[in-house]
């Protein structure tokens, strides 16, 4: 992928070793509020994309995408160690991980997050990706703070039956069962929902029923999937018009 550059932001894959040495300390920093490292198995599987500020030289957005050739190889990503997701087995079009999605905390201009998703939409064409999958996390792991957000998850956005996965971690906050018939609150909603799930939310993603307790990242998440075809038009350009460059 060649840079993709937004004001003074610039979108690249890393390129070295050092590269995604720097994602997963921004990374840790992110998800456990210090210094350190974070990193597992997949960071050697995975396409590392960095979102840097030219003129600072800071690391300031990154996240990682695992390329899928089709929906057999599920079982072996990372969303696969926590939902069963034998219904999408047969999708056959290539498919796409996205994981690790972080931007450093004192990053509040909207240009950063536009240009993650143009980079993440070259990648998208670039393979001729089908599905766009991941897990989206709220902080912390007690659900009763969050229960507006998957109210309303519950009532406008769940899978269809044929793609919804099932349960497979040992915890998990059964939120479509527990809060069947409740009318959302759509303002207090869209204050608890993270910005990654948001954004796949609006490209018509649709998310598990269920949410998994995951203690050792101290998140919730739902296994979130967004069907490339299905995104609607406008916003299919808006992304492309910033993927131009």
Known sequence: MEPLVRGHYRARLAQDTGDVAAAQRLRHLCFHGREGVDADRFDDLCDHVLIEDVQRGDLVCCYRLLPLGSGAALPDSYAGQFYDLGRLT???APLLELGRFCCHPSVTDPD???LAWGAMTRRVDHLGIGLLFGCASF???DPAPLRPAFAQLAAHHLAPPDRAPQPKAPETYAYAQDLAGQVPDARQAARLLPPLLRTYLGMG?????HAVIDRQMGTLHVFTGVEIAAIPPARSRALRMVAGG
């Open 90 to 92: 047969g999708f056959s």
């Open 112 to 114: 950063v997050l536009r």
């Open 139 to 141: 902080s912390g792991t």
């Open 205 to 209: 993603g649709w998310v598990s029923d």
